[in-house]
């Protein structure tokens, strides 16, 4: 399978893991020379409030990918991802994470799509509607699950 686009779903609480996520991406889409598009999805009020954050006015707000890029684990990324040498962009949509981030993986044609999360106790795995399993049973291309503590 030839790589042309990744597709990296950064979510809010990625902080925890942009090493592991930033590293597995790096390891992958670098050989591949592939393009690397990191998207966030914003709920209304987190958008909202990223809006105010960065100093733009509410009224006439920017695109989602601009506050996206503003986000300190997008931003982390994205040097890390230009010191590679690695081609990118960054995305953002203001909705649903779950189908925002599948929307995405086929407005931009992913051929692979990367998603964090977290180790999950077997009660906490018995809980369907984690973002990453729907990604991960409902994306168009392979999924890359990066968790928490990954490289280890």
Known sequence: MELETVLVAVGPTEENRVEELTES???????????VVLFHSFTESAFDEGVRETGHDP????EPAVVASRLASVDAMASTLSEADIEHDVRGAIG??????????????????????????????AIVGSTSQKVLMNATCPVVFVRDGANE
Do not use: H, N, Y
């Not at 991406?25 to 393009?35: I, S, Y």
């Open 25 to 35: 991406v790096c390891a992958v889409a670098g050989p591949a020379e592939a393009r």
């Open 59 to 62: 009224e006439d707000p920017p």
């Open 96 to 125: 649903s994470p779950k189908a925002t981030i599948l929307d995405a993986v086929e407005a931009v044609d992913a051929d692979m799509v990367f998603v964090g999360g977290r180790s999950r106790s077997p009660v906490g795995k």
